[in-house]
């Protein structure tokens, strides 16, 4: 009897334990995402879908669970037979606001494609090849779990207004 009462102890830390364990298991997030250039704004237009139950609070800057350019990856290539990969850039900077997308709500967000290529190189480059731009995105963490989206989107040079800026 005394071992079982000595005992008690060591059941009752790990029940404890395990329900804390359960309960910091992040939430699984369903979620459509689209990246593509808007004619019009001169964007780069983020599209980005919760599918799920659990309201959303995205960090702008570029932490690992940011919407824009920390956390959607971006990769730009010439789209010609040698796939000559763009100069890109990622402006540094803080920026603490945070993106909140409701359950099942759609959020768009534009980037100016400035942010990430130099002007007066994808000008250019788009005198010669359309640009191939590979985005891909994904977030594990304690409060949610994203699973990997990637995806890819074709600027021409008619897309573009190199002339105005």
């Known amino acids: 009897m005394k071992y079982l009462i000595a005992l008690i102890p060591f059941f009752l830390c790990n029940i404890a334990i395990a329900e804390n364990s359960a309960q910091a298991s992040p939430a699984l997030i369903e ?9 019009t704004q001169q964007k780069v237009i ?15 800057d570029f932490s690992p669970f940011s919407l824009l350019l920390g956390g959607v990856s971006l990769s730009a290539f010439n789209d010609s037979e040698s796939l000559l990969p763009v100069p890109m850039y990622y402006a540094m900077g803080h920026d603490p606001r945070v993106i909140a997308i409701p359950a ?6 534009g980037v100016e494609l400035d942010s990430f290529i130099f002007k007066k190189d994808y000008c250019s480059i788009l005198n010669k090849n359309p640009i191939l731009i590979l985005w891909s995105y994904s977030y594990y963490g304690d409060d949610y779990t994203l699973h990997p989206k990637e995806g890819v989107f074709r600027i021409k040079k008619s897309d573009v207004k190199c002339e105005s800026k």
Do not use: G, P
């Open 31 to 39: 979620y459509t995402l689209n990246l593509n250039f808007d004619k």
């Open 46 to 60: 983020i599209h980005f879908y919760n599918k799920s139950n659990t309201d959303l609070h995205i960090r702008r």
């Open 104 to 109: 099942n709500a759609l959020s768009e967000e």
